[in-house]
């Protein structure tokens, strides 16, 4: 069993940056895939980006260029900046570990 706590949420304007922090429990978190997802209100969970366990990343095509996915693994950590914020980034975001475990969420709302 692994449990992820999710940090950082919060409100901001348009244009600013948040960074989002996911801690993981388990003593092979280095072996996880790690993503994080979203969800906005009256709409399905959707995938943001990702980082494998030797840390190549991908984004979904909405987010590439303004938000950053890394882990640290003698932390067990994977955090997401998130630069350039756009109202239409207001969601739940969640961490995953595995495509198997997930988070409680954290709030991010971006206000215009």
């Known amino acids: 069993q692994v449990q992820l706590v999710e940090s950082g949420g919060g409100l901001v304007q348009a244009g600013g940056s948040l960074r989002l922090s996911c801690a993981a429990s388990?003593?092979?978190?280095?072996?996880?895939?790690m993503a994080w997802y979203r969800q906005a209100p009256g709409k399905q969970r959707e995938w943001v980006a990702l980082?494998?366990?030797?840390?190549?990343?991908n984004y979904v095509d909405s987010v590439k260029g303004r938000f950053t996915i890394s882990r640290d693994n003698a932390k067990r950590t994977v955090d997401l900046q998130m630069n350039s914020l756009k109202p239409e980034d207001t969601a739940v975001y969640y961490c995953?570990?595995?495509?198997?475990?997930w988070g409680q969420g954290t709030q991010v709302t971006v206000s215009s």
């Open positions: 980082i494998t366990s030797g840390g190549s990343t």
């Open positions: 388990g003593s092979i978190f280095s072996a996880y895939l």
């Open positions: 995953n570990a595995n495509s198997r475990w």
